[in-house]
Nanobody, 121 residues
């Protein structure tokens, strides 16, 4: 089970830190990711990370967002700096068992309920 937190409302240029707590059975070989979705767009991958520490970012967030994991706490984090109005969305964390560093939605089988991020201009 995955539970997101940390969403909220900020102004253009502000920062937020999202967290995703994982509970239940956990595997040593896994990858996790953050996705986001608005009513107008399909769910898109934002950032992903695997247990070996390798990361991948969508071009739209490179240099602004940082994904990290705390394996001891089974927590996934997303530090979002220099937020823009176009970052407004529901943010979801997801995980897949195995080693596949990807921002494609299909491989991810376990999803959280999401946390809302609103960025005003």
């Amino acid at each position: 089970q995955l539970t997101e937190s940390g969403g909220g409302s900020v102004q253009d240029g502000g920062s937020l830190r999202l967290s995703c707590a994982a509970s239940g059975t956990w595997y040593s070989n896994f990858c996790m990711a953050w996705f986001r979705q608005t009513p107008e767009k399909e769910r898109e991958g934002v950032a992903s990370i695997c247990d070996d520490g390798k990361t991948m970012y969508a071009n739209s967030v490179k240099g602004r967002f940082t994904i990290s994991q705390d394996n001891a706490k089974n927590t996934l984090n997303l530090l979002m700096n220099n937020l823009k109005p176009e970052d407004t969305a529901m943010y979801y964390c997801a995980t897949l068992v195995g080693h596949l560093l990807t921002l494609e939605r299909r491989p991810y089988r376990i999803w959280g309920q999401g946390t809302q991020v609103n960025v005003s201009s």
